[in-house]
């Protein structure tokens, strides 16, 4: 089982920025796809974007596309979702999540995921 561990969440205004990371305390996570999703009040979990083992092919869903960023660096074992312009309509709990194996298929669908964080609540106001 691989623990992750969400931080960078919070309450900030409308066209703020905020910075996600998620890390993975002694593991190794180079092999494995990550994503974010979030879960606002009475909706179901959607997707926001994943990102390759590599780093080098990444995800949006059509909400995040232009102002939200996801990186990795995995000599560190840790994620990034890098928000900008953020609206009141963000305002969820953020979750990574990571997806066993090297092959990048299926990362919008949340049950392609093996192993996920406890979230981190982003509150945007208006």
């Known amino acids: 089982q691989v623990q992750l561990v969400e931080s960078g969440g919070g309450l900030v205004q409308a066209g703020a920025s905020l910075r996600l990371s998620c890390a993975a305390p002694g593991r190794t996570f180079s092999s494995y796809a990550m994503g974010w999703f979030r879960q606002a009040p009475g909706k179901e979990r959607e997707f926001v974007a994943a990102?390759?083992?590599?780093?080098?092919?990444?995800t949006y869903a059509d909400s995040a596309k232009g102002r939200f960023t996801i990186s990795r660096d995995n000599a560190k074992n840790t994620a990034y979702l890098q928000m900008n312009s953020l609206k009141p309509e963000d305002t969820a709990v953020y979750y990574c999540?990571?997806?066993?194996?090297?092959?990048?298929?299926?990362?919008?669908?949340?049950?392609?995921?093996?192993?996920w964080g406890q979230g981190t609540q982003v509150t945007v106001s208006s």
């Open positions: 990102i390759r083992w590599s780093g080098d092919v990444t």
């Open positions: 999540a990571a997806k066993d194996g090297y092959y990048y298929t299926g990362v919008r669908d949340p049950m392609r995921y093996d192993h």
